[in-house]
């Protein structure tokens, strides 16, 4: 099921986030991990959130701002199985999501928003906030 996130859930999208990225930027330096999750909640506030309920526990989420897919992330424990496909299906057929920045680096995410119809437009060398991670700007 998804549903819109409030305030309450944020404890439970930092762990989602926290799981997710651990397990699938393996190119983030310890510094800048740390760095993005004590941002997160600040990120969370200028996004309009939903999130992906199984069996009653929130599992993954997306973030969005106007047509940008910002954030999608899901429980490791419950990669796989489909929650991303629906999250990113119900973004592009009811936020008008078609366009999404991605790290070059994380090639499992590359790969899925390929899957779901974006193709790369541009590449930035650099992150939004300087950082040596590559960006791919995609688009559907």
């Known amino acids: 099921m998804i549903r819109e996130i409030t305030e309450m859930d ?3 999208l930092m762990e989602i986030w926290q799981s997710a990225v651990l397990n699938t930027h393996d ?5 800048d991990f740390l760095y993005y999750k004590e941002q997160l909640p600040t990120y969370f506030k200028h996004v309009t959130l ?13 973030g969005t701002s106007n047509e940008n897919l910002e954030m999608l992330f899901i429980d490791n424990d419950f990669r ?6 629906k999250l990113i299906t119900f973004a592009i057929a009811n936020l ?3 366009k999404v920045d991605v790290n070059e680096q994380n090639t499992q995410a590359v790969g899925f928003y390929k899957h779901a119809g974006f193709k790369v ?3 930035s060398a650099l992150d939004e906030k300087g950082k040596e991670y590559p960006i791919l700007h995609m688009e559907l």
Not at 27 to 31: A, D, I
Not at 80 to 85: D, N, R
């Open 50 to 62: 939903f999130g992906f309920e199984k069996d009653g526990i929130l599992v993954g989420f997306i």
């Open 10 to 12: 944020y404890p439970r």
């Open 80 to 85: 796989g199985i489909g929650i991303g496909k």
């Open 121 to 123: 437009v541009k590449r």
């Open 96 to 98: 008008n999501v078609s």
């Open 27 to 31: 190119f983030l330096k310890e510094e």
